[in-house]
T-cell receptor, first 111, second 116 residues
């Protein structure tokens, strides 16, 4: 039973435009969420996080939005750059310091 | 500040064999978690070690076991390998409590295990 779902396996965006990656979760006890980016042959690298007490967190070109009532979060990348092409994982922090990951979305930014 | 390093990077084993994967945690981090990432899926939590003790376990059978050493490095051992154990194994180091500024988990590059 997947508690964190990323329903779009892939997304293709033109350079300079906005990339929006979506994530849904089912466990209402989750109160901290993270986005990781993964390039081939590398481990996931932390991108941005958000606590459930907030509905938005920004870090440069990256913004994460959280809608608790809908159990939905999204990652916005503006403007998208070719170097952003990677797999993006949404993760929720479960009790006991365990990360619960979605299946990932492959982002391709075309130049 | 040293990052998380894993060895080996690639490994091929035969079904029924045993394997040991190794991980050195990031400087200052005393908690190590192991994840299995099968093809096309997100990482799945195997277990976590803190102060050399197992501190949480995911839905993996007992033939998956681990160790943590006094220097916080860790090993993942898998006995009686099965074809479905073929995956990328990721090690992550962190502080004991995540969920705040600068407390995220840092991952190694992973070990690609192929069971034939």
């Amino acid at each position: 039973d997947q508690q964190v779902k990323q329903n779009s396996p892939s997304l293709s965006v033109q350079e300079g435009r906005i990339s929006i990656l979506n994530c849904d979760y089912t466990n209402s006890m989750f109160d901290y969420f993270l986005w990781y980016k993964k390039y081939p042959a590398e481990g996931p690298t932390f991108l941005i996080s958000i606590s459930s007490i907030k509905d938005k967190n920004e870090d440069g070109r990256f913004t994460v939005f959280l809608n608790k009532s809908a159990k939905h979060l999204s990652l916005h990348i503006v403007p998208s750059q070719p170097g952003d092409s990677a797999v993006y994982f949404c993760a929720a922090l479960e009790y006991g310091n365990k990360l619960v990951f979605g299946a990932g979305t492959i982002l391709r930014v075309k130049s | 500040e040293t990052g998380v390093t894993q060895s080996p990077t690639h490994l091929i084993k035969t079904r029924g064999q045993q394997v040991t994967l190794r991980c050195s945690s990031q400087s200052g981090h005393n908690t190590v978690s192991w994840y299995q990432q099968a093809l096309g899926q997100g990482p799945q939590f195997i277990f976590q070690y803190y102060r050399e003790e197992e501190n949480g376990r995911g839905n993996f059978p007992p033939r998956f076991s681990g160790l943590q050493f006094p220097n916080y490095s860790s090993e993942l051992n898998v006995n009686a390998l099965e074809l479905d154990d073929s995956a990328l194994y990721l090690c992550a180091s962190s502080l004991p409590e995540m969920g705040g500024d600068n407390t995220e988990a840092f991952f190694g590059q992973g070990t690609r295990l192929t069971v034939v």
